[in-house]
């Protein structure tokens, strides 16, 4: 900067020598004239060490041109272009000249920019630039000519006629200087280092124009001339910001400086419905279409509203663009499932944790009753700190993404079908971690609505006492059975039980697989004690759920697993009995459809155990083999198998009611006979969870009496005794 | 009714009905009478091993609005036969009176009920009759089926 103005600053001292000298004298034209003509003969001394005939030659018919047209009013269009040309041309070099001195000077200034304090209120004063010496020295001469050129535009009032035109050449220069280098550069402060840019090149240049100094009537078109470039520069900004928003938002958290940028953008020129329209049009044609997968869209909306969040904390600006998301959001079917695997995924962690400790307000929540739509003004973009209804509401990410729903019951129900899987799929009884998911859940949606799920996970943190107790408690000799040997005497129990409270979890799919009888032996010994540790309770197994490790040995290789499903390593038991098998002979003896039986074989051809000999007949290999892996077997069975889930889960509307059976007995227990109004109104009164149609009740109560469990006379429930 | 407690009190018993439902312990059992939660009605068995055994007995649980800071009033509706309990079906059971406590709750109640049905405290009868009779069971148990059946005292 300081060699810059240093030949700026030997201009003005001329200046002001001369207008020292004619102080006295009344500005005119004639007097100005005069010293125009001074200053070029000084220039033309100059330039004569450096500059070439042919500028000079140039130099003079522009000063020709501009006598010309000075004296008479009347102005030829060809000299008119001449000098437009002439004009671009030495803009065009002082751009080069600019260009190549910008990257180096970026350079320079990197380090600089980045340590700096680089918050929303940048003050760009702060950033001086610190002009490399080379370019400098370079550009001094080439400046000074210009200077020489220019003060004779402005001895015949030129600059005021062909303003335009010149900033019409700054505009575009600045334009192709920030879309070059700033382009697609999200992961640094672009702005700040324009505007330095702007300071050391563009602001001398401007002054070698007007000379403020040297005319202090151009002062004033002077500052307001910069701050029109100093907009536009601004303009630009948010205009490629804008165009790439989308990208932005895509590139979140990398891209957090360019929306800094834009957020600083914005303040400066208040084209914020600019940016909402770009904004909606882009995720429109992006992002909203049948070719995106739902979590994508659901990690776009998530980002989404981490950016809008940086432009605008208040949440109106999100509002503003989100809606069109929400909207297509709701269409999709597994949205839901979406939200809720990324909630509760572990990479996920902070979002749980994000819950701000005061004011859980989702935004739409806080509803913009005092900000009606049509009155919506950019300024709100710089709120008033003192506004104290916007003020310290943050936008809270999950709140705003269960706001796509109308209810959160959709959301409870989600999160308690994947909690229910989480712990089946537990190894151990370890559960830290879903109680932790479960204490923030219910900090946001209250006990009430979360009671299934901590049943849920006191059944597992009891099942590991009870598991323990019943593991310590067993001694084989009490319960002797006759098929044991000696050895298995001291043996512990070969498995581990989840004792889960009946009603009280997901409905499961009704499944008739059974232990094969080895492990059905254990499973009694296990019931039975548990028996006597809760005398009122029974246990049903269900055999198909559960994980089983298994050593298999064959005549040549010992192979262990772990994470087998029940049903792979019950048909690999069943391989025991016999070595080859028929595909529906297998299935009527565990009493599981072809297709889950197959689907198990299948696994086993994979693993190189199992050989298809003729079809549908399979046998085990003693002995390993090059085993073809079929795929196309495997996706078939998975077709059939999801078939078969579609269809088991119809009967699982009344199993959901099963869980207000209690409630039912207990209630007709103590106040007597009951008409189905009352029972619902009471479900209703005391279960907030109870959402059922007074239908769904009745076709309950009806396969309650079914079961023998109600009588029905005139319309009055009682309990049959 | 100030309505935050009105709110609280309703919260703790929906709970305590939750509580209860899942506990799901076998001869005790209480459901809230109507819309409104602050009244129940509650069935006890007698328990095994007692001259109540085979019988049930109804009980009305008055909640009051600072509940669980006061004590519920709970009396017997089916009349009983029993040391500690008058014939208007007021009983004395000092967890109700003076030793009550907020971590009481429904399910506590009913399960100390039941019990006192076994184990009366002849020292502070209500029905000085049935406290002379105590100890003599087979008189005692034909008064206690005799009042129970009839439903008169």
Not at chain 1, 232 to 245: G, M
Not at chain 1, 345 to 373: C, G, H, R, T, V
Not at chain 1, 397 to 406: A, E, Q, V
Request: overall charge negative; proline content about 3%; hydrophobic content about 35%.
């Amino acid at each position: 900067m300081s060699k810059d103005s240093l030949i700026i600053d030997t201009e003005k001292e001329k200046g002001r020598d001369k207008d020292k000298d004619k102080d006295d004298i009344s500005m005119n034209e004639s007097i100005e004239d005069q010293n125009m003509d001074e200053d070029e003969n000084e220039g033309n001394e100059d330039n004569k060490k450096n500059e070439d005939e042919n500028e000079d030659i140039e130099m003079k018919d522009s000063n020709e041109n501009s006598s010309d047209s000075s004296n008479s009013e009347s102005e030829s269009s060809d000299d008119n272009d001449d000098y437009i040309k002439e004009k671009d041309n030495e803009d065009n070099n002082s751009n080069s000249d600019d260009d190549s001195s910008i990257s180096s000077e970026k350079e320079n200034e990197k380090d600089k920019l980045i340590s700096d304090d680089y918050d929303s209120d940048m003050d760009e004063d702060k950033y001086e630039t610190i002009a490399d010496d080379d370019y400098v020295m370079g550009t001094k001469e080439f400046l000074k000519q210009f200077a020489i050129n220019s003060s004779n535009i402005i001895s015949d009032h030129f600059l005021y006629r062909y303003e335009a035109i010149i900033s019409n050449v700054i505009y575009r220069h600045i334009k192709h200087v920030i879309l070059k280098h700033n382009r697609g550069v999200f992961n640094q402060p672009c702005l700040v280092k324009s505007l330095a840019w702007y300071k050391c090149a563009l602001i001398p240049f401007q002054k070698i124009i007007w000379q403020p100094n040297l005319y202090p009537e151009n002062e004033k078109s002077f500052i307001s001339w910069n701050a029109r470039i100093r907009y536009y520069i601004y303009k630009t900004y948010f205009d490629i910001r804008t165009s790439e928003l989308f990208d932005i938002i895509v590139e979140y958290p990398d891209s957090k400086w360019s929306l800094i940028d834009l957020k600083i953008s914005i303040k400066k020129t208040g084209l914020i419905k600019e940016l909402i329209s770009s904004l909606n049009e882009s995720i429109k044609k992006r992002l909203l279409h049948q070719g995106a997968k739902t979590s994508d869209i659901v990690h776009q909306y998530i980002s989404l509203i981490k950016c809008m969040q940086i432009l605008d904390s208040s949440g109106l600006l999100l509002e503003q663009v989100s809606d069109p998301i929400k909207k297509y959001l709701r269409y999709r079917e597994d949205t839901i499932k979406c939200i809720v695997q990324i909630i509760a995924d572990d990479n996920n962690e902070n979002l749980l944790e994000s819950i701000p400790k005061q004011d859980i307000i989702a935004f739409d929540e806080m509803n913009l009753n005092n900000y009606n739509n049509d009155n919506w003004m950019p300024e709100l973009l710089e709120i008033d700190p003192a506004n104290e209804v916007v003020k310290k509401k943050s936008v809270d990410i999950i709140s705003t993404l269960l706001n796509i729903y109308d209810s959160k019951d959709v959301f409870i129900k989600e999160f308690q079908e994947l909690l229910a899987n989480r712990l089946l799929a537990l190894k151990s009884y370890e559960l830290k971690r879903e109680l932790r998911n479960l204490e923030l859940l219910k900090l946001r949606f209250g006990e009430n609505n979360l009671q299934l799920c901590e049943v849920m996970i006191k059944d597992i943190s009891s099942s590991r006492r009870i598991d323990y107790n019943i593991h310590t408690e067993t001694n084989f000799d009490d319960n002797s059975n006759n098929n044991k040997n000696e050895k298995d005497n001291n043996k512990e129990l070969p498995f581990h039980a989840k004792i889960l409270s009946h009603l009280f979890w997901p409905p499961f799919k009704p499944n008739n697989l059974k232990f094969p009888k080895e492990i059905q032996e254990y499973a009694d010994i296990y019931s039975k004690q548990y028996t006597t540790l809760k005398p009122s309770r029974k246990l049903q197994w269900l055999p198909y759920l559960g994980y089983v490790s298994l050593t298999v040995e064959l005549e040549d290789r010992t192979l262990t697993f772990n994470d087998l499903t029940p049903i792979q390593a019950i048909i690999l038991y069943h391989f025991q009995e016999k070595d080859q098998w028929e595909l529906n002979e297998l299935s009527n003896k565990l009493e599981v459809t072809p297709a889950v039986v197959k689907h198990g074989i299948v696994f086993w051809m994979n693993k190189g155990i199992m050989k298809e000999i003729t079809k549908d007949v399979y046998k085990i290999l003693e002995k390993e083999e090059d085993v073809m892996i079929e795929d196309e077997i495997h996706n078939t069975v998975e077709d059939a198998e999801d078939n078969i889930e579609e269809q088991s889960s119809k009967g699982q509307d009344t199993d959901q009611m099963r869980i207000y059976w209690t409630f039912i007995s207990n209630m007709i227990t103590n106040l007597g006979g009951m008409t189905i109004e009352r029972i619902h109104q009471m479900l209703q009164v005391c279960l907030p969870n109870y959402k059922s149609q007074i239908e769904q009740l009745r076709s309950f109560l009806e396969l309650m009496i079914h079961e023998n469990k109600l009588d029905l006379n005139d319309d009055v429930y009682t309990i049959k005794k | 009714m100030n309505t935050t407690e009105g709110l609280n009190v309703t919260k703790r018993l929906q709970n305590e009905l939750m509580q209860l439902m899942m506990a799901g312990i076998p001869g005790v059992s209480a459901f809230p009478e109507s819309d409104n939660l602050l009244s129940w009605v509650g069935t006890i068995e007698g328990a095994p091993g007692t001259v109540y055994h085979g019988l049930s007995y109804k009980l009305s649980l008055k909640f009051p609005v600072n509940y669980p800071y006061t004590a519920p009033t709970i009396k017997f509706t089916t009349p009983c036969f029993h040391p500690n309990v008058d014939t208007e079906g007021n009983i004395c059971l000092d967890i109700l009176k003076d030793k009550w406590s907020a971590v009481y709750n429904v399910q506590t109640i009913l399960l100390s009920l039941q019990s006192l049905l076994g184990e009366p405290n002849n020292d502070s009868p209500l029905n000085t009759y049935a406290a002379q009779m105590w100890n003599k069971p087979e008189e005692f148990k034909k008064q206690v089926i005799k009042i129970h059946n009839t439903g008169q005292f």
